[in-house]
């Protein structure tokens, strides 16, 4: 498997994969802090959730999608994976190295998140103001593995459609499914809620970048456990699904 995840990695050098981890988290970090600005002294305090609510509200699908459609872009432009094909490898190998390269790139998108959040709050003494700054660094982390799914998901989807496609309805699914179950009783059943979901209690802002009232429902901590069993579960069976259909593609 390390002889797959190296080979991926290679490819990706000098092409605009890598740009996008450090474009994507700077992009979501100026429009926020942009946004809070234009909102006065009150506002600008709220600096620190605001990114993470702009992260997980489109930044972050984007960024998965992003990376997934450029990736299987690399090989569709070049010989379409007729390379790959004529190649004594194991298919459905080389497509897991392909989810866990994506993965990998996302959580160092993130982390670098985590910096600007950290630089944003030492600049603006105020900022993180609802919670606590290790909270905020939580709430990241739970967005990424909640949003895991998203991964082999983009990645056939991709495969299937093209860049563009893959790029709209990833972002567009997420803007509109997500932030309209995300505070709804059934939002388990949407799984692009499901990462703005558990965010909440911990950045104790709403879906929609308003504060949430005390004693709010919203607040509960019991979604956290809930959805990281369901997004993990998830991951899997997509993953699973996308390797199959990978290696079923290829040695047709």
Known sequence: MYLYLKSEILKTKRTKIRKMLMVIPLICSLLALGFNFLGGPEIVRLSAETIINHWGILWLSVLI????????????KSTNFKTIIGLPINFQKKEMSRVLLVIGFVAL??????TAISLTS???????YLVSLSSCILAVILMLVTSLWQVPFCLWLSRKTNFFITLLLNSMLNLNLG??????EDWWFVPYSWH??????LTKLHSNGIPLPQNDELL???AIPITL???ILFFLLLTWITVRSFNKIEVK
Not at 122 to 128: E, G, K, V, Y
Not at 196 to 201: A, F, T
């Open 65 to 76: 999608a992003l990376t997934t459609g450029l990736l299987n872009n690399l090989e569709k």
């Open 109 to 114: 998108g993130s982390l670098l998140l985590v």
């Open 122 to 128: 030492l600049l603006i003494q105020t900022s993180p």
């Open 179 to 184: 932030t309209l179950f995300a505070p709804a």
């Open 196 to 201: 703005l979901r558990v965010q909440m209690p």
């Open 220 to 222: 509960s901590y019991s």
């Open 229 to 231: 069993v369901l997004s």
